[in-house]
């Protein structure tokens, strides 16, 4: 076996990590993110938390997902748990859907591996109250205006009969970036939804609309 962060063959893997990637990943876990008010993602996007996570949805390795929650600041008293205590419980993890392509490829849905680790962690539940409406083309390759508008509307609520009146949902993806499937996610519980809903995801990645118009600012000063 090879660390995932290094790819060092360690004796020591605690099963994937070698002792300086464990160490690397404890010190991410202290730089919690909050991109707004509703949100926390319990690591910043880098390279080893990166690499976690691409295992996590592209080799097959669903553990990850609890690996990454159990070393979170959610479960050594840190920012994500002092977030989540602002909110009531019971506390309902609500996967994001995935494409049933994706789906059928994978096998499973990360999203899922994640608000079980989540929910194990904090006593809470994992609701799959979201459903994916439409097909739609891959998020990647499209600029944010058009995620944007690839996702308003892509997702619809499956709502239990008899619908719990107190406590938190918290959608759960396994990275924030624009914010804009769980803001669609959100909006899909529409105003007059009884239960506070927030968001939870493993990563959060600049959005790199954000770090391009930093350069455009700061090079008008350099070339006047
Ligand atoms: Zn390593």
Redesign the pocket.
Known sequence: M???????T?EV?DPW??????Q?LANESKETRFPNDDVVCLFPMRT?SRRLVHALKYKSIPGVASYLVRRSSLCNRGLASQFLAQFPEPYFFVPVPLHRARYRERGYNQAEKIAAALAWAVHGRVCKWLYRKTFHVSQTKLSREEREWNVAGAFGTMLPEKMPTRGTVFIVDDVFTTGATTGACMAAFGKDFPLNVKICTLLYEEPATAVMDFVADNSVEWNP
């Open positions: 090879e660390c995932l962060g290094c790819g060092s360690s893997l990590l070698c002792p300086a990637c464990r690397a080893l």
